[in-house]
């Protein structure tokens, strides 16, 4: 699978601005966004599938031994990359901070427009367990807990005439099993831990991503939504990332990807005189190891 993107960086001043148009272009309201992101370097390289047909010992989440882990395995059998463990928090809360839409002076807030702090979540993988992989936080984080996902992304194509990024990329749910035992058994180490939060909107195949980056620090421990909203963001100007991202399911043949290509120019075009889009950095999306 391939995935089509563009980028643009919203100021802090424009942004209610921003999701307000988002909202009437795409005909829906704003679904608050909050992720895990979990980063894993691998010590070694990966494992061939095992094609004996004889199970392999230890224990293994759903995606080991699947037609989706097997593919993964071999896309990234020639080199060395970082994985992405993604936790979906989203529907544990509202939005996060300030990150959410304004509503018309005229009317009230509504429930969907108020950050809801709720109870304890599951604690994010920082303070010790970053340091120790066998830390009970980090064994926590899993499908037991948060549903997730192990992401893959290659590196970038050369962009030449091309109007947006575009790169393979696989994507597998992990359905039961611990996440620890999957990574470890691949050989992959963590590296570092940030939570993404904003907004989703979805435009005809486009899914469209209006966010902040907040790095987790080591420590402190983070143990509430609360505790969330009080670190600082990557991006110290307040900025924001819009993205917008399309996938094509065989990016081998020309016609689909032209067909995601010309989608994401129209969104482009709409957007034109409000916000600059652009495919992004190759260099700087490169997840291979060095």
Same mark, same amino acid.
């Given at each position: 699978?391939?995935?089509?993107?563009?980028?643009?960086?919203?100021?802090? %001043?424009?942004?209610?601005?921003?999701?307000?148009?988002?909202?009437?272009?795409?005909?829906?309201?704003?679904?608050?966004?909050?992720?895990?992101?979990?980063?894993?370097?691998?010590?070694?390289?990966?494992?061939?599938?095992?094609?004996?047909?004889?199970?392999?010992?230890?224990?293994?989440?759903?995606?080991?031994?699947?037609?989706?882990?097997?593919?993964?395995?071999?896309?990234? +059998?020639? *080199?060395?990359?970082?994985?992405?463990?993604?936790?979906?928090?989203?529907?544990?809360?509202?939005?996060?901070?300030?990150?959410? !839409?304004?509503?018309?002076?005229?009317?009230? !807030?509504?429930?969907?427009?108020?950050?809801?702090?709720?109870?304890?979540?599951?604690?994010?993988?920082?303070? %010790?367990?970053?340091?120790?992989?066998?830390?009970?936080?980090?064994?926590?984080?899993?499908?037991?807990?948060?549903?997730?996902?192990?992401?893959?992304?290659?590196?970038?194509?050369?962009?030449?005439?091309?109007?947006?990024? +575009?790169?393979?990329?696989?994507?597998?749910?992990?359905? $039961?099993?611990? +996440?620890?035992?999957?990574?470890?058994?691949?050989?992959?180490?963590?590296?570092?831990?940030?939570?993404?939060?904003?907004?989703?909107?979805?435009?005809?195949?486009?899914?469209?991503?209006?966010?902040?980056?907040?790095?987790?620090?080591?420590?402190?421990?983070?143990?509430?939504?609360?505790?969330?909203?009080?670190?600082?963001?990557? *991006?110290?100007?307040?900025?924001?990332?819009?993205?917008?991202?399309?996938?094509?399911?065989?990016?081998?043949?020309? $016609?689909?990807?032209?067909?995601?290509? *010309?989608?994401?120019?129209?969104?482009?075009?709409?957007?034109?005189?409000?916000?600059?889009?652009?495919?992004?950095?190759?260099?700087?999306?490169?997840?291979?190891?060095?």
């Amino acid at each position: 699978m391939h995935e089509l993107l563009l980028f643009g960086v919203v100021g802090p %001043n424009q942004h209610d601005q921003i999701l307000s148009l988002l909202a009437g272009l795409t005909a829906m309201q704003p679904v608050p966004l909050l992720e895990q992101h979990h980063l894993f370097k691998p010590t070694r390289a990966p494992a061939a599938p095992n094609t004996s047909g004889r199970p392999n010992p230890g224990p293994r989440p759903g995606p080991a031994g699947t037609e989706a882990f097997g593919s993964l395995v071999s896309q990234i +059998s020639n *080199d060395l990359f970082f994985l992405s463990l993604v936790g979906d928090l989203s529907g544990r809360r509202k939005g996060i901070g300030k990150i959410r !839409a304004s509503p018309p002076p005229s009317e009230p !807030a509504e429930e969907s427009d108020v950050v809801d702090h709720g109870g304890p979540i599951p604690p994010p993988l920082v303070g %010790n367990a970053a340091k120790d992989v066998n830390h009970p936080d980090f064994a926590g984080f899993g499908a037991e807990n948060i549903p997730c996902t192990l992401e893959f992304r290659d590196l970038p194509d050369v962009i030449g005439k091309k109007p947006a990024t +575009s790169r393979l990329m696989s994507s597998i749910p992990v359905t $039961e099993g611990q +996440s620890k035992a999957f990574l470890e058994a691949m050989g992959y180490v963590h590296v570092s831990s940030h939570y993404v939060s904003g907004y989703t909107l979805s435009h005809d195949s486009t899914f469209i991503r209006l966010f902040k980056t907040f790095p987790v620090p080591d420590p402190p421990e983070i143990t509430s939504l609360k505790e969330i909203d009080e670190l600082p963001a990557l *991006d110290q100007s307040g900025s924001y990332i819009l993205e917008l991202s399309l996938r094509v399911q065989d990016g081998s043949k020309p $016609e689909m990807m032209q067909r995601g290509f *010309d989608e994401l120019v129209t969104l482009q075009t709409a957007l034109k005189g409000i916000i600059e889009l652009g495919p992004g950095d190759r260099l700087a999306m490169d997840p291979r190891v060095r």
